[in-house]
């Protein structure tokens, strides 16, 4: 999942993006609200954590211009102040959620998780296909009764076609939610990871989960 950070305070913004991409998440950074809008604009993202106090703007109307841009995804709000009044503010000005800094990065990733899992018909932490079986809070996975070790960009690959099953999947959209701005759409670096990703699925099972479909991409579905 391709998250944007939007935090003008160096520290802050390079210790979510460290914390976030070791959670498995794509991360692109925005130091000011302006850059949000455009970085937006040009990219697809699956969840924005908007800092309030930007140079530029508040970022309540940071929201309210990705909103009036036509950004769908949950939207974040961090924010030192508190107050009843400034969270329900942020939540009419287009915001999902409301964190409150300081804050612990394990409830950043909680309120990240319940967000995302808003957005889909996911129960719990668990997302389910087929006999795979993914733990989004325990980073685990398994198939049937077999547990599957995966690299951090293996992990968001197949999160990402579990919350497409049966969906034909480009790998313009994979890249653009599984990789972050410094992608390089030239390299086979997609077909490289599904082939891993699909060995490590398939190792001992008989059948098949990803498939290639010629032309077009990637699809996550029973034979
Ligand atoms: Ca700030």
Same mark, same amino acid.
Request: a neutral charge; proline letters at 2%.
């Given at each position: 999942? $391709?998250?944007?950070i939007?935090?003008?305070e160096?520290? &802050?913004?390079?210790?979510?993006?460290?914390?976030?991409?070791?959670?498995?998440?794509?991360?692109?950074?925005?130091?000011?609200?302006?850059?949000?809008?455009?970085?937006?604009?040009?990219?697809?993202?699956?969840? =924005?954590?908007?800092?309030? &106090?930007?140079?530029? +703007?508040?970022? !309540?109307?940071?929201?309210a211009?990705?909103?009036?841009?036509?950004? @769908?995804?949950? *939207?974040?709000?961090?924010?030192?102040? @508190?107050?009843?009044?400034?969270?329900?503010? %942020?939540?009419?000005?287009?915001?999902?959620? #409301?964190?409150?800094k300081?804050?612990?990065?394990?409830?950043? !990733?909680? $309120?990240?998780?319940?967000?995302?899992?808003?957005? %889909?018909? +996911?129960?719990?932490? !668990? !997302?389910?296909?087929?006999?795979?079986?993914?733990?989004?809070?325990?980073? +685990?996975?398994? $198939?049937?009764? +077999?547990?599957?070790?995966?690299?951090?960009?293996?992990?968001?690959?197949?999160?990402?076609?579990?919350?497409?099953?049966?969906?034909?999947?480009?790998?313009?959209?994979?890249?653009?939610?599984?990789?972050?701005?410094?992608?390089?759409?030239?390299?086979n =670096?997609?077909?490289? #990871?599904?082939? &891993?990703? $699909?060995?490590?699925?398939?190792? %001992?099972?008989?059948?098949?989960?990803?498939?290639? *479909?010629?032309?077009? %991409?990637?699809?996550?579905?029973?034979?």
């Amino acid at each position: 999942m $391709r998250l944007l950070i939007v935090e003008d305070e160096k520290k &802050m913004a390079s210790f979510l993006k460290k914390g976030l991409s070791e959670a498995g998440y794509s991360v692109d950074h925005a130091a000011s609200g302006a850059a949000a809008e455009t970085l937006a604009s040009e990219n697809s993202y699956d969840l =924005v954590v908007l800092d309030v &106090m930007l140079p530029d +703007q508040n970022g !309540l109307d940071t929201a309210a211009n990705l909103r009036r841009d036509g950004l @769908s995804c949950p *939207i974040l709000l961090l924010s030192a102040l @508190s107050s009843t009044k400034d969270k329900v503010r %942020g939540l009419d000005a287009g915001a999902d959620d #409301y964190l409150t800094k300081p804050f612990s990065f394990d409830e950043l !990733l909680a $309120r990240i998780r319940a967000l995302m899992r808003r957005k %889909g018909e +996911q129960l719990g932490s !668990l !997302l389910r296909f087929s006999d795979i079986e993914m733990d989004l809070a325990k980073r +685990q996975v398994r $198939r049937g009764e +077999q547990t599957i070790s995966l690299t951090a960009k293996e992990f968001s690959l197949l999160e990402f076609f579990m919350r497409h099953p049966n969906k034909p999947l480009s790998r313009t959209s994979i890249s653009e939610h599984v990789w972050d701005v410094h992608f390089d759409s030239d390299s086979n =670096v997609i077909d490289v #990871y599904v082939n &891993m990703l $699909r060995k490590k699925l398939s190792a %001992g099972q008989e059948r098949k989960l990803i498939h290639t *479909i010629v032309g077009v %991409g990637y699809v996550l579905k029973e034979d």
